[in-house]
């Protein structure tokens, strides 16, 4: 095991950019030497690690973070490199390499701190078959153009995965979740965050909140299998004429409210027949090769025609 | 060998078999060797703790999430099972005990059953004791609400939020399936939520034992 890189140490670099201003900048752009950790004062108050870690094969990279915004980003490089900000003395960066596995963890030095002192930021460049494992309790976290599994896990974040593919996984409590040209098998679960998949591609979504909205705009796989359900929070989601699906559609109480022609099933469904308080929909558009199920207890359910 | 293939082989090797394909792949890949000693570690706490009665929530909890992916037809590894569950080690009393009952749930129950087959000893999903999960949910919510201490006041405010306004819906799912038995999906639901509150209380702790 490396030794780990800790941003209380005197390797620390005070740096004036917010996470901000080092998301807008090129990674190539500033290379401090691979395997050297910076070490430049700059700004009283803000701590910043900047961390390159070399890997050979397959990497993993696992984050446990209270507070902050987190952006994950590839790049074609065999490297791993970590820009992490903090502004309290209260909380301290850990970088550890076991490996091609990359362990970050923000952790509490004082009891007596406060909620706004828990705050750390980072900014990662990975290789882009890297797997990402990421706990962020608040904040956001974003990750773009990553092909490997990657796995969040967040209590208030705001979630954007954009342009990566794998199986994709995101818990959250209260946060949402914007899913945009995902590839791969996708699983979402909430109790109040919402979700919006644009333009998935993918044969497994399995979408779950209570009272968060989930929204679907994206092609169906053939043979694919799409299940998204609330308990109270509306689901919506936009079909157009050339697509492939059998739709089950229920909710419990809430209404179904549909735009689009479907062949209508000889089975019917029989969860809710015969229920005067609550609304089905069972059919078929083109040759029904995807399988989509929609389900509320009490949320509205929209399907409705895509432009 | 892929880390697919060693996946799936994970059981076998937890089990002291060592092929020589999986042994070359264990030495070389960093992502499957951690994960073989995140189950030793696994494996060596769960023999330490002592027999639990695990409580009814558990049944339903498992019962409602193996059936929901199928699993109550598929055999699985005692490793994939175990993984699924337990991504970290357990830190709390709390996480511990849930891990220590659901460990030996796992264990213990049948690979294979039948569809339909209930997993509470004899009645059907419809005898399930709702009141004596909620019961438990209860005195576990209880023991976080006093054990559990998070700094971040934004993240606790959630967790009691959330989980209010997940016994509402137990409330309501409970209402619906006392007016009528046969209503399938209010049953589901309410099935649903207990095992959400389980979820959010198992996370509440675990979150704790990592220090926010």
């Known amino acids: 095991m490396n030794a ?290 929609l389900t509320s207890f009490s949320g509205k359910i929209f399907i409705r025609k895509r432009d | 060998m892929q880390c697919q293939e060693f996946d799936r082989y994970a059981t076998q090797w937890m089990e002291g078999e060592r092929a020589p394909e999986a042994a070359e792949h264990f030495q070389a890949c960093a992502r499957c060797s951690t994960k073989i000693a995140d189950l030793e570690l696994i494996a060596s706490a769960a023999a330490t703790l002592p027999e639990l009665d695990p409580p009814a929530s558990l049944w339903i909890s498992l019962h409602a999430r193996l059936e929901e992916e199928g699993l109550l037809r598929t055999r699985r590894s005692l490793g994939e099972r175990l993984r699924e569950y337990f991504p970290a080690p357990p830190r709390t009393a709390l996480a511990t005990a849930t891990i220590g009952a659901l460990a030996a749930l796992l264990l213990f129950i049948p690979q294979s059953p039948e569809p339909g087959i209930s997993m509470d000893g004899g009645g059907s999903p419809s005898t399930w004791s709702f009141a004596r999960v909620h019961d438990q949910l209860a005195s576990a919510e209880a023991e976080a609400k006093r054990d559990v201490r998070l700094r971040d006041p934004e993240v606790v405010a959630s967790y009691h939020q959330n989980l209010a306004m997940v016994d509402n819906l137990i409330g309501e799912c409970q209402r619906k399936v006392n007016e009528d038995p046969n209503d399938e999906l209010a049953r589901q639901y309410l099935v649903t939520a207990y095992q959400q509150k389980t979820d959010l209380l198992s996370a509440l702790s675990e979150r704790d034992a990592l220090g926010d």
């Open chain 1, 4 to 293: 780990p890189f800790r941003s209380g140490a005197a390797g620390w670099t005070l740096g004036l950019c917010s996470i901000a201003l080092l998301a807008a900048s090129s990674p190539a752009a500033a290379e401090p030497p691979a395997g050297a950790a910076d070490a430049a004062p700059a700004q009283a108050g803000t701590h910043r690690l900047d961390k390159r870690f070399n890997v050979d094969g397959r990497a993993m990279v696992t984050l446990s973070n209270a507070q902050g915004t987190i952006v994950v980003k590839s790049w074609q490089r065999m490297e791993v490199e970590i820009l992490a900000e903090h502004s309290s003395d209260g909380v301290e960066v850990d970088a550890v390499q076991h490996g091609n596995r990359i362990e970050l963890l923000t952790h509490v030095l004082r009891d007596d701190i406060s909620p706004a002192e828990l705050q750390a930021n980072y900014q990662i460049f990975v290789p882009e078959e890297t797997e990402l494992e990421i706990k962020n309790d608040s904040g956001s976290v974003s990750v773009r153009q990553v092909y490997a599994d990657i796995n969040v896990d967040t209590v208030l974040s705001k979630v954007e995965l954009t342009d990566v593919s794998g199986n994709l996984t995101v818990h959250t409590v209260d946060g949402s979740f914007t899913c945009t040209r995902c590839v791969g098998r996708i699983e979402f679960a909430s109790t109040s965050g919402g979700a919006r998949f644009l333009q998935a591609t993918t044969r497994s979504l399995r979408a779950q909140t209570f009272s968060g909205e989930l929204f679907y705009d994206g092609p169906f796989s053939p043979n694919g299998n799409y299940k998204l359900s609330t308990a109270s929070g509306p689901i919506q989601l936009l079909l157009s004429g050339t697509d492939s699906v059998k739709l089950s559609v229920h909710s419990r109480k809430g209404n179904v409210e549909n735009q689009v022609k479907l062949k209508p099933e000889s089975h019917t469904f029989g969860f809710l027949g015969g229920r005067k308080d609550s609304s089905s929909l069972v059919g078929t558009m083109g040759t029904g090769l995807a399988r989509v199920e």
